[in-house]
């Protein structure tokens, strides 16, 4: 029974291939065993929905984070090439920031040697110099990509998945009721002969 699912293809992660019933018999070598069949269809039904639902939240995640991503490496960049376009005397640049959702102000900045602070997550902030700060969210980004990347191909790996999970439950569950009515046809026929 559990070599149904041992036996089948990974795919790059090791997220197991759902088999597909073609002929339920092949499943099922005793009609005693249909429950103990089934629920196990059922057990792999309901862990790949979980591992869709996981990784769905993975991608929202992902699509939160590579604009965030992208707009602070923008801030970097423009910092950087305000500073190698100036001359020597004049770093000052002005720039217009947002305080809150609908307060925004004006500032200088001298974009000499300027430091910026990134959040590293936990509640940790490190500057740097806005060369290092380029590079290391340029490596962020991507990463991130990346992620976004296999996350996607899991979801798609899981959604096809599902489905044939989902068609094999209803193959095995009309097997089992075809199996059910025979019998009951097959009783009755002899209560029938016996009468």
């Known amino acids: 029974m559990d070599t149904i699912f041992n036996s089948t293809e990974k795919n790059a992660r090791g997220i197991p291939a759902a088999p597909f019933v073609g002929e339920v018999e092949e499943f099922i070598k005793d009609p005693n065993d249909f429950d103990l069949v089934f629920s196990k269809f059922q057990e792999r039904l309901s862990m790949y929905k979980y591992m869709q639902e996981s990784k769905g939240s993975t991608v929202k ?32 640049m002005e720039v217009n920031y947002q305080l ?27 500057e740097y110099p806005v ?48 199996r059910r009515k025979a019998l009951r046809e097959a009783e009755e026929g002899t209560k029938n002969l016996a009468i």
Request: glycine content about 2%; some cysteine.
């Open 131 to 178: 060369e290092e700060a380029i590079v290391l969210l340029q490596e962020r980004h991507n990463a991130a990509q990346k992620s976004l990347e296999t996350a996607l191909e899991d979801v798609e790996f899981l959604r096809e998945n599902i489905t044939t999970m989902e068609v094999n439950c209803a193959r095995l569950y009309n097997w089992d009721v075809e």
């Open 61 to 92: 995640q992902l699509r939160v984070r590579i604009p965030d991503i992208e707009h602070t490496l923008q801030v970097c960049k423009t910092l950087q090439h305000h500073h190698e376009s100036s001359d020597e005397d004049n770093n000052e």
């Open 100 to 126: 809150n959702d609908t307060l925004y102000t004006k500032a200088s900045i001298d974009t000499k040697d300027t430091k910026v602070g990134l959040w590293l997550g936990a509640d940790v902030m490190l």
